[in-house]
């Protein structure tokens, strides 16, 4: 791991980070590690130039997979009470110690310790509920799929927004709409007779059969077996978020929100979104808004 992979940025406004021209994404669903998410801020109207994206939170993490950073301040309050105790007896001359270092030494292991304590004590924070991996149900492929001829800015965004949101919540498939324009990633059951040429028209199709582009606010729910959504979600869903993205327009009569778009995730856990999720979610759709 590279020093610079832990920089961190204390500056209050939104960090522009020039997007390249070609975004590589490897798609891996195996260990619960994610290596890189971002909070993208909405502040694409306000001066944001196409080809850039405004990240105001980067989370960095080891990106190992199968270890939780969760536990990361347990093993540090572990080491570095291990090293003051071996230390003390070991590095020591225990006639010769002074009260100013016992002092320390009994400062440095109260901080060890609280070190060690703060997972647990971080499990009764709102929205911190643990939950298992969301698991892969059989009989769905995976799918990454966009329409044809949108721009190479949305391109790109597009692409980074639905990997971040598979990577860094239980989502086993995403699906963004903006102005028209479609994006589907993660792991999909589709029609076999149906061509990956035509997927796009089959989705905007659903979409439309299900009403869904005249949705005005967001809904969250559990997904049973007779829903009418069972169509266009993956085999093994078992929970839905769906979030319309509405612009606000001015007229004589009032303002009037306007659907620009939506973005839907589907898992395979049952209210696999906590509150924090659904707020981290909610950061990363507002950048379509306009």
């Known amino acids: 791991m590279s020093l610079t992979s832990l920089s961190f940025s204390f500056s209050s406004s939104p960090i522009p980070v020039k997007a390249p021209t070609k975004i590589r994404f490897q798609y891996k669903r195996s260990g619960r590690t994610v290596s890189v998410s971002a909070l993208m801020d909405d502040s694409q109207s306000n001066g944001q130039q196409p080809g850039q994206l405004n990240l105001s939170v980067l989370r ?7 270890f939780d950073e969760s536990y990361l301040p347990r093993y540090i309050g572990y080491g570095f009470g291990s090293l003051l105790l071996l230390n ?21 292991l109260s901080l060890a310790a609280f070190s060690a304590v703060l997972p647990y004590l971080g499990k009764f924070l709102p929205g911190t509920a643990i939950v298992n991996q969301a698991s892969l ?6 799918l990454f799929i966009m329409s044809e001829g949108m721009p190479e ?16 919540t239980n989502t086993i498939a995403a699906l963004v709409s903006v102005g028209g324009e479609l994006c589907v990633r993660g792991y999909w ?3 076999d007779d149906i061509s990956r040429a035509d997927l796009v028209d089959w989705f905007n199709k659903q979409i439309q059969n299900i009403g869904l582009p005249d949705l005005k606010d967001a809904l969250y729910f559990p997904v049973n077996s007779g829903n009418e959504f069972q169509t266009l979600l993956p085999k093994g869903t078992r929970s839905l978020l769906i979030l319309p993205l509405l612009r606000v327009s001015n007229s004589s009569t009032g303002k009037l929100k306007l659907s620009k778009g939506l973005v839907l995730l589907a898992s395979s856990m049952t209210y696999a979104y906590s509150d924090k999720d659904r707020a981290w979610i909610e950061a990363i759709a507002n950048q379509f808004r306009g």
């Open 60 to 66: 960095f993490t080891l990106g190992i997979p199968g």
């Open 88 to 108: 003390h007896f070991v590095g020591s001359d225990l006639s010769a110690i002074t009260p100013a270092q016992l002092r320390t030494e009994a400062l440095g």
């Open 137 to 142: 149900p059989a009989g769905n492929e995976q």
């Open 153 to 168: 800015a949305l391109r790109e965004q597009l692409a980074w927004s639905t990997y971040v949101l598979l990577r860094n």
């Open 189 to 191: 059951s589709t029609p």
